[in-house]
């Protein structure tokens, strides 16, 4: 049986061409048009495994999907990183001047707002999905309204690219976490990368006591994130990424912070993705 992979969007979307990098192509895609759905997949085992975006280089973090992942209990077993190309893409035979309209996910229309500065008569039109809107132009055959989608979306959707790479800022990229119910475990050699999230007293130091631990133990701190804890106010949780090169140096960290940290839990340890 195919190993099913919940992606949030539909094929031709960012999270179809992560899951096809890190799973390959011998799997069934189970689209959501939400990551709260994603979720619920995984939750119903309707979905095995699930790919979920959690940060950008430009825009940030993604931080409901760091509530999400604690809060459901997901384990992270994987990452990958994708480099962003957005492509303005229309029914074949059309032109950028024939194009009245473009419609797209709002990061997409974000990320090439200067693109669009040259070419007043188009309007911006916020949608659910890249592809999604791609797919529709199609089945619809929507003349003058064009898609801001990953070239793949194109060859799905037999359209045809106007202009090609039409992002303001062309080094974007997003990582993106791979998620389960069920921790995988890999051997300690190959573990290199670990996500946690803890919670501090409100002592004076209390954050700085556990990153120097973190430093001491030869942890790379590569990410933090700070979330309210909804249930107590003005209280905060980490969310923090380490990379490290002997699993040994994180299990000394992991045992002091259990005791240091008034909350202690492991989301995930995987292979570091930057890692060539």
């Known amino acids: 049986m195919k190993l099913k992979i919940a992606i949030q969007g539909i094929k031709g979307s960012n999270h179809h061409q992560v899951a096809k990098d890190y799973f390959g192509d011998d799997v069934t895609f189970v689209e959501c048009s939400s990551f709260d759905i994603l979720v619920d997949h995984l939750l119903n085992k309707t979905a095995d495994k699930g790919v979920m975006a959690i940060e950008n280089s430009i825009a ?15 384990h992270i077993i994987g990452e990958q990183y994708l480099n962003i190309h957005h492509n303005l893409m229309a029914l074949k035979g059309q032109t950028i001047d024939d194009i009245k309209e473009v419609r797209s996910h709002p990061m997409a229309l974000l990320q090439c707002n ?12 916020e949608d659910v999905d890249t592809a999604e809107t791609a797919k529709r132009i199609q089945e619809n055959q929507l003349k003058g309204i064009a898609a801001i989608a ?6 799905l959707y037999d359209l045809e690219i106007i202009h090609s790479e039409i992002q303001t800022i062309k080094d974007n990229s997003t990582r993106f976490i791979i998620v389960k119910t069920q921790n995988k475990a ?17 002592k004076r130091g209390s954050l700085a006591a556990i990153l120097n631990v973190m430093s001491d133990c030869n942890l790379n701190l590569t990410k933090i994130q700070s ?15 380490v990379t490290f090169e002997k699993y040994k140096h994180f299990e000394k960290a992991k045992a002091l912070l259990e005791i240091m940290a008034e909350e202690f839990k492991v989301l995930g340890e995987y292979k570091n993705a930057r890692i060539v």
Do not use: C
């Open 114 to 125: 200067e693109f669009f500065k040259n070419y007043k008569h188009i309007k911006l039109v």
């Open 60 to 74: 940030g973090s993604i931080i409901p999907n760091y509530a999400l992942v604690f809060h459901k209990n997901l």
């Open 150 to 155: 990953p070239k793949v979306a194109a060859e």
């Open 227 to 241: 979330l309210p804890v909804i249930e107590m106010p003005w209280k905060y949780s980490f969310f923090v990424d």
């Open 186 to 202: 890999l051997p300690q050699n190959e573990i290199n990368k670990a996500s946690v999230r803890f919670i501090t007293d409100h």
